[in-house]
């Protein structure tokens, strides 16, 4: 199993700091949602001390032998922010220790953004714009931010009437427009 790449990394080729704990975020009713475990796994591999928030004690994330303790707290996403920030608080009381915050879906990123000073004291997390993960979580808002940052607003490529390959003609198109993870809004919304 593994190719010769894996074979070359026998061991971990980082250190992880194993005294300091995560906790896996995520708001709503998917128990089956992958992310969250392969991250308990990874991190928990490493020595990592685990915990997570999940919907009941039969999820595959509470289930996981590398996750500490599993907080069952049942979610729809649609509760108010200020419950699921208290909510959040009375975890981080529990653990009793800072905690690296790990959202594993885009309510919880939201939510972690936009209450970032209400968390900051029991949490550790990256400060960013309050309402960066929100522009992200929205494909026009997303597209918005590829194209008004890193990116010159520039059309796609037209298609080149010359025989060139297929290859040739992709190589060139990802060089001059922005490609984003998500499905974008047509090219006439484009700011």
Partial sequence: MGGPVARRFTGVPFGADRDVPG???KFGDYPL??????????LGRLGV??????EDRYTPAAASR??????????T????????VEGLLGVGRRIGRPTVLIPTDEEAAVLIAEHQAELADRFLFPRV???LPRRLASKQGCTNSAWSTAYPARNPPARSRTRRSRTSRRRRSFRSWPRTARPSCAARDRP
């Fill in 23 to 25: 906790l896996i975020v």
């Fill in 129 to 131: 714009d309050a309402g």
């Fill in 33 to 42: 949602h992958h992310g969250g475990v392969g991250a308990i796994r990874s």
């Fill in 66 to 75: 590398h996750l500490r303790q599993a907080f069952v707290w049942p979610t």
């Fill in 77 to 84: 996403g649609t509760e108010r922010p200020e419950r699921l």
């Fill in 49 to 54: 001390p685990m915990y997570a928030i999940t």
